[in-house]
T-cell receptor, first 119, second 112 residues
Framework: GAVVSQHPSWVICKSGTSVKIECRSL??????MFWYRQFPKQSLMLMAT?????????EQGVEKDKFLINHASLTLSTLTVTSAHPEDSSFYIC???????????????FGPGTRLTVL | RKEVEQDPGPFNVPEGATVAFNCTYS??????FFWYRQDCRKEPKLLMS???SGNEDGRFTAQLNRASQYISLLIRDSKLSDSATYLC?????????????FGTGTRLQVFP
């Protein structure tokens, strides 16, 4: 149980285009999903917290107009990188917390990640 | 100072060796602690949660020292398949939040 999928697994695009990444919880409902970014040899950095039916909460330094997050249902969150540039090339990973789980328990289930390369 | 600090390694050990990783965290109000494993170009996978009394799962033992704000992971009888990056993860201690803060990871390479 507790499987999270991401699509696409990798994407190559030209500078200036927008890229949408989907994150789905396959066998559970997730009120909260998280979007992370990981540059080579660096740690996962939280970009934003996405709650179903409400606006995402962005971390300091993350542009909300550039990284659009939509969490329209309890099983789907999307991240759209608008007008992508080469410096946005990274490994984007989502995670989800099971609905009803105590926040103090805090286990998150991670998707397999999406590798974005912007030319 | 980083919220979660780890020695990046790499730790190169022979099969069968015992290896220990340490991690320190800066916020004394943190409540939840985890070790995750991340293979190259893959997502992190939960290895084990870390409880105040210490806990063991097979060859893996995790310890928490709240007074020193220190977490450890001990791997006994290392296998080749243990080669990976081990991430120390702590929850954010800010009120009403469940953010996880990741360390940069400690790389382990087990050789034959």
């Amino acid at each position: 149980g507790a499987v999270v999928s991401q699509h696409p697994s990798w994407v190559i695009c030209k500078s200036g285009t927008s890229v949408k990444i989907e994150c789905r919880s396959l066998d559970f409902q997730a009120t909260t999903m998280f979007w992370y970014r990981q540059f080579p040899k660096q740690s996962l950095m939280l970009m934003a917290t996405s709650n179903e039916g409400s606006k995402a909460t962005y971390e300091q330094g993350v542009e909300k107009d550039k990284f659009l997050i939509n969490h329209a249902s309890l099983t789907l969150s999307t991240l759209t990188v608008t007008s992508a540039h080469p410096e946005d090339s990274s490994f984007y990973i989502c995670s989800a917390r099971v609905k009803g789980q105590r926040s103090s328990y805090n286990e998150q289930f991670f998707g397999p990640g999406t590798r974005l390369t912007v030319l | 100072r980083k919220e979660v600090e780890q020695d990046p390694g790499p730790f190169n050990v022979p099969e069968g060796a015992t290896v220990a990783f340490n991690c320190t965290y800066s916020n004394s109000a943190s409540q939840s602690f985890f070790w995750y494993r991340q293979d190259c170009r893959k997502e992190p996978k939960l290895l084990m949660s870390v409880y105040s009394s210490g806990n063991e799962d097979g060859r893996f033992t995790a310890q928490l020292n709240r007074a020193s704000q220190y977490i450890s992971l001990l791997i006994r009888d290392s296998k080749l398949s243990d080669s990976a990056t081990y991430l120390c993860v702590v929850n954010s201690a800010a009120y009403n939040t469940d953010k996880l803060i990741f360390g940069t990871g400690t790389r382990l390479q087990v050789f034959p």
